[in-house]
């Protein structure tokens, strides 16, 4: 371990990509699901990422994003570029996590792994058992743990705007969420698997949707499952985005749920 940190030093001190393969893989893995603000807007607009990186979203050498080609490589952002791909990703939730879950040594990790998984202006139909996403998110997930690639410890999910448009979505988000964290639990073989999601900050239908949905995803009482508010973070210029700081403060909040109550999971 001591030689892989040390080539880790080496090549990421010089700027390079680490691309590890999957005998080099992360010990603590983290899934990051869900739409948009999941994948990260933080930082867009018009189209365009404006690069800034603040220091809570820095790379370190101990943080591993699992990429397209599954395979591990030093974590940077926008952590997204190969997974939500044809839409201009920025800052998310992830790296802002990840560090805080390195700096706390309550958390008894070493490397922590990321591995991204989601896709901007998904409805939850779309991540239903049988869909397309959800098989990817199962073999992305089970392809981290390759050659005893370490646990996974969490979930982290942030969707819904989409299922404000219309009435009878924001009605039934609450019984399909739950049924898909039975359905991945069951599928990962994780049955006491913690899941952490995002109230949500926005939405693309009406005021009175959003609530539904919010009140939704804080109203399920499931084991292991944990909800943080994202209402009254700042905004992008579309009033649908999280900015990048507002990603940043998010990425602490999912951190400390996952500290407060499931640091102790291995």
């Not at 896709?119 to 058992?129: A, E, F, R, V």
């Not at 448009?165 to 006491?192: C, F, H, Q």
């Not at 609530?211 to 905004?235: F, S, T």
Request: charged letters at 20%.
């Amino acid at each position: 371990m001591f030689k892989l940190l040390t080539w880790f030093s080496m090549l990421f001190v010089a700027g390079s990509t680490l691309v590890l393969g999957q005998n080099n893989t992360a010990k603590d893995i983290f899934i990051l699901a869900g739409q948009s603000n999941m994948a990260g807007r933080g930082g867009v607009n018009h189209g365009k990422w404006d690069g800034n990186i603040p220091p809570e979203c820095k790379p370190k050498r101990s943080i591993l994003r699992f990429t397209a080609n599954l395979d591990w490589e030093v974590a940077r952002e926008p952590l997204h570029v190969d997974i939500d791909v044809g839409k201009v990703c920025g800052v998310g939730p992830g790296m802002a996590f990840a560090n805080e879950i390195i700096r706390s040594h309550r958390s008894g990790t070493g490397i922590t792994g990321l591995v991204p998984c989601a896709i901007g202006g998904t409805s939850i139909n779309k991540w239903g058992k049988g869909s397309h996403l959800y098989g990817q998110l199962v073999k992305r997930a089970n392809a981290a743990l390759k050659d005893g690639g370490g646990t996974i410890r969490a979930i982290l999910w942030y969707q819904g705007e989409s299922d404000t448009l219309n009435k009878d979505d924001a009605e039934t988000y609450k019984g399909k969420m739950v049924k898909l964290i039975e359905d991945l639990r069951l599928d990962l073989n994780l049955p006491s698997l913690p899941f952490i999601q995002v109230a949500l900050a926005s939405g693309e239908g009406t005021n009175t949707n959003i609530e539904m949905v919010r009140k939704a995803q804080m109203g399920i009482k499931m084991k292991n499952v944990k909800c943080v508010d994202a209402k009254g973070l700042p905004l992008n210029a579309d009033n649908l985005h999280l900015t990048t700081m507002s990603e940043v403060e998010l990425g602490l909040k999912l951190a400390y749920a996952f500290l407060l109550s499931f640091s102790h999971f291995h």
